[in-house]
């Protein structure tokens, strides 16, 4: 150490690298965000010029309606209902086989049709969207834990699948589970061309 | 008491060096630096995502086209009617077809299968423009959506 001094080429202390680094790498830690591309996935119908055929009638209890006007609310068959109550309202309907008669005979015929108007909330949409999906999500959950005796729900079963690591016996085995499951509870959700009515 | 002290001294395990820890730290910063990407777009409009609880994911990034509609920033200058961005620039519904028809082509091939149209839309905007927008879309074939959106916290 003296003779460093003696000699006249001072080091440089190299002590506050790690204060410079650390401040950078909190400015990085702040600002990035890791953004994920999450979301509500949907499908849209393909587009026809022809205008859909009239003789398409769907017997009137297995058709859930589902309107929503410029002000946000909910209408569900002829009746004024909240936005939370929406996916107890489906799942009843989805599973309904028959008990009652306001709703659908068997899942495999439960259709749900969704009408909005042109001056709906964008938020409103979503949450609709959402308890529609959180309704199906939760009758093919029920059904999947019965039929895979509580081993896996349906989201286990679509993952297992989907799954490249797993052998494909196995994969093959939970494509089935996945079709089968499906098959029971098919996703029928059909949505109008919005009205405009809100005088938007 | 004399000797105690003597033994320990000589047995006192050494301090830690901190030599390393600068590199330590550099190896982070480089990490974040790499991952961290600057965002892309100007934020022209204000958008708001919604939030959901049922979300799926959307796995590669090369795959997906973004459709952002919002109220402008800049209202003095055009107005707080909701607008369409596409790229870094305001657009038309009518614009919409071509983008996602560029988009599609710009797609590497393995991926064209899983081609996405992500619609990133502030939670106030009303449905008429995200109407069009789809109908759009359908008649473009691009038929596989994302309502982007945000995990909502559900409390029990």
Same mark, same amino acid.
């Given at each position: 150490?003296?003779?460093?001094?003696?000699?006249? +080429?001072?080091?440089?202390?190299?002590?506050?690298?790690?204060?410079?680094? @650390?401040?950078?790498?909190?400015?990085?830690? /702040?600002?990035?965000?890791?953004?994920?591309?999450?979301?509500?996935?949907?499908? *849209? #119908?393909?587009?026809?010029?022809?205008?859909? #055929?009239?003789?398409?009638?769907?017997?009137?209890?297995?058709?859930?309606?589902?309107? =929503?006007?410029?002000?946000?609310?909910?209408?569900?068959?002829?009746?004024?209902?909240?936005?939370?109550? *929406?996916?107890?309202? /489906?799942?009843?309907?989805?599973?309904?086989?028959?008990?009652?008669?306001?709703?659908?005979?068997?899942?495999?015929?439960? =259709?749900?049709?969704?009408?909005?108007?042109? $001056?709906?909330?964008?938020?409103?949409?979503?949450?609709?969207?959402?308890?529609?999906?959180?309704?199906?999500?939760?009758?093919?959950?029920?059904?999947?834990?019965?039929?895979?005796? $509580?081993?896996?729900?349906?989201?286990?079963?679509?993952?297992?699948?989907? &799954?490249?690591?797993?052998? +494909?016996?196995?994969?093959?085995?939970?494509?089935? *589970?996945?079709?089968?499951?499906?098959?029971?509870?098919?996703?029928?959700?059909?949505?109008?061309?919005?009205?405009?009515?809100?005088?938007? | 008491?004399?000797?105690?002290?003597?033994?320990?001294?000589?047995?006192?395990?050494?301090?830690?060096?901190?030599?390393?820890?600068?590199?330590?730290?550099?190896?982070?910063?480089?990490? @974040?630096? =790499?991952?961290?990407?600057?965002?892309?777009?100007? #934020?022209?409009?204000? %958008?708001?995502?919604?939030?959901?609880?049922?979300?799926?994911?959307?796995?590669?990034?090369?795959? /997906?086209?973004?459709?952002?509609? $919002?109220? #402008?920033?800049?209202?003095?200058?055009?107005?707080?009617?909701?607008?369409?961005?596409? &790229?870094?620039?305001? !657009?038309?519904?009518?614009?919409?077809?071509?983008?996602?028809?560029?988009?599609?082509?710009? /797609?590497?091939? !393995?991926?064209?299968?899983? @081609?996405?149209?992500?619609?990133?839309?502030?939670?106030? =905007?009303?449905?008429?423009?995200?109407?069009?927008?789809?109908?759009?879309?359908?008649? !473009?074939?691009?038929?596989? %959506?994302?309502?982007?959106?945000?995990?909502?916290?559900?409390?029990?």
């Amino acid at each position: 150490m003296g003779r460093s001094k003696s000699k006249g +080429a001072k080091e440089i202390d190299a002590s506050s690298m790690a204060d410079i680094a @650390f401040l950078l790498l909190i400015f990085f830690l /702040v600002t990035t965000t890791i953004d994920q591309d999450k979301g509500i996935i949907h499908k *849209l #119908p393909a587009w026809s010029e022809e205008p859909p #055929p009239d003789d398409v009638r769907i017997k009137d209890r297995n058709l859930l309606e589902i309107l =929503v006007n410029a002000n946000n609310q909910l209408l569900v068959e002829q009746e004024y209902v909240e936005l939370d109550e *929406l996916k107890d309202i /489906v799942i009843k309907h989805l599973d309904n086989r028959g008990k009652s008669d306001k709703y659908s005979t068997s899942p495999q015929d439960a =259709v749900i049709s969704l009408k909005n108007d042109r $001056g709906t909330n964008y938020g409103t949409y979503i949450e609709i969207q959402n308890s529609l999906k959180a309704g199906y999500a939760e009758v093919r959950d029920k059904y999947s834990l019965s039929i895979t005796n $509580g081993s896996m729900n349906y989201k286990e079963v679509a993952k297992c699948a989907k &799954n490249d690591d797993l052998d +494909a016996t196995k994969r093959n085995k939970c494509n089935e *589970l996945k079709k089968k499951i499906q098959g029971e509870y098919p996703m029928k959700i059909s949505e109008a061309e919005p009205v405009n009515l809100g005088g938007n | 008491m004399s000797r105690f002290s003597k033994d320990s001294g000589k047995k006192e395990t050494p301090a830690i060096s901190t030599a390393s820890l600068p590199d330590i730290i550099f190896m982070l910063l480089f990490f @974040f630096m =790499v991952v961290t990407v600057m965002r892309e777009t100007n #934020p022209i409009l204000k %958008i708001k995502i919604p939030q959901a609880t049922e979300l799926g994911k959307i796995e590669l990034k090369e795959s /997906v086209a973004y459709i952002l509609i $919002g109220t #402008p920033t800049d209202i003095n200058t055009y107005g707080s009617a909701p607008r369409i961005q596409l &790229n870094d620039q305001y !657009a038309e519904v009518d614009d919409v077809q071509s983008f996602v028809k560029k988009s599609y082509s710009e /797609v590497p091939d !393995a991926y064209k299968g899983i @081609f996405t149209v992500s619609l990133k839309v502030d939670e106030e =905007v009303t449905m008429g423009i995200v109407t069009d927008v789809k109908q759009e879309l359908r008649k !473009a074939d691009a038929l596989k %959506i994302n309502y982007a959106a945000n995990r909502k916290v559900v409390e029990e």
